[in-house]
């Protein structure tokens, strides 16, 4: 990755597009190929469709140590890969190295997406000035607003104050001021503010021109979810309020096919990145890098599927609080289990049930490995659900960034922490989310128990436990297995040696 005095904006160049190509159809390629040339005529207004793909092409090209860096560091998660990338297992241990390559790479990546975003916006802008229509142009920037609000909330969530660009000249981030972890969400909460009147009112699959798209509802989640970290109690159940009383959006009724084939463009998807392979047995194929989460050794149904890497390994902690919980089909959707792993949770936890394999419900069997005792499910995709041809691991999975469960338990945070809302109560908000998965209902819920739910909900997923245990001042939690966290210190991550190097904002600070 390259430094921010490396990146430069440049509008979306594709020599291989003319300029007269019709718009007609290339929503049926991939994104990364809807560019447009330099030179560009800006009265040829139906070109400006191909600057809202870019930045949806920019937001689903997400590197795979991203994911990571942002989610590593909660009791719900371990590293896992024993042996490889000994940082990230430091920085799950909570010592932090401002040399490490991830940390570098997470940064400029996210910047690298947030400049880019800025240039799309002012050649959007140039398409209005020469008469494109106007509802067009402002929808296109709110979407795009919506994509930096959402990673504005990954940087500040990982190193608190941060710098907000304003233009696509990256020489801009030299001068500017460090906005507090505080002013940055209420940075987010705006924009979302100016981006909600010009959305669309539709889930996001119910988008023909883009679907899975950004709409009004995922403004509001992005909203939601900024607020929750000023404690902006009321905010967050407005927000959330909004979602719930638009009737769009529902639980996905089977908890394990939520991740799989069954919740591509999912009712209750309200951001999903996406990835396909155009149902073709070979050529382009627009993926994730899952490899990162998938099995060193495995005995795949569909024979010839490949591996991964043997990172992302469930804690024990919450495989032995989930069996605690009596819970079954959200432990299984969510932990994938080697023999080894069968063998050490049986020694630590005797009453361990019977059902416990190491052979999914859809045949793949995964064996022992010296990087790993268990597996992420959430993260696993069929070697079955595998286009005929295909063979990488995870090719035409999605990757779901908010869903419709977490805008239910942050409404339900909201008000158990005094908010008020007419749209749904907290016991009703929980009520749902565990009786997807067949739990009994729970009356005059409280903090703990609607932290409790998000964890056995959300373990693995964009580091939500973390930062819900931050949030609620419950770090005493993440001190476990060897670990010992310091809230005066580990909240945030240093910034980047590299990144010091070049901002003299960076350098000044003690982080």
Known sequence: MKAIRNI??????????LLGTSCSGLLDEPLENQQIAE????TQTQNMVLMLYGAYNQLYDMGW??????SVRGDDIDIGGRGDQPLFAEADSFRYDRNFWALNNAWTSLYSDLIYWQGAIEEIQKYQEAGANQGTAQQYIAEIKVMQ????????RMWGSILIPTTSQPSQ??????????QVMQHVSALMDEAIPLLPTVRPNQRTDIPGGITRYTAYAVKALANLELKNYPAVAEATGQIISSGLFSLEPDFYHLFKLQGKLNNENLLE??????????GTSNKYLWDFFGPTSWTPARSGSSGGW?????????IQFMLDRGERERLEATVIFTPDGITELRNAYPGAPSWIS??????????NSVRTKFYSGKHYWPSTMLTQGRTAYGENKNFTCIRYAEVLLIHAEALVNGATSSAMTADAAVNEVRGRVGLGPLSSVTLDQVLDEKLAEFAGEWGIRFYDLVRNGRTAELSYGGRTYDAATDRFYPYPLQQQDILPQLRDQNQ
């Not at 030179?39 to 800006?42: F, R, W």
């Not at 140590?65 to 942002?70: G, L, S």
């Not at 609000?149 to 940087?155: K, V």
């Open 8 to 17: 430069q904006f440049v509008a979306m160049v594709s020599i291989g597009l």
């Open 39 to 42: 030179g560009t005529d800006y």
């Open 65 to 70: 140590e991203v994911y990571p860096t942002i």
């Open 149 to 156: 609000g959402f990673e504005f909330l990954q940087l500040a």
């Open 173 to 182: 981030l030299f001068n500017a001021e460090l906005s507090s972890f505080e």
């Open 273 to 282: 990145l996406q990835y396909s392979d155009y149902g073709t047995p070979t």
């Open 310 to 318: 043997g990172f992302w390994e469930p804690s024990m902690k919450y």
């Open 358 to 367: 190491n052979v999914t419900a859809d045949g793949d069997q995964f064996n």
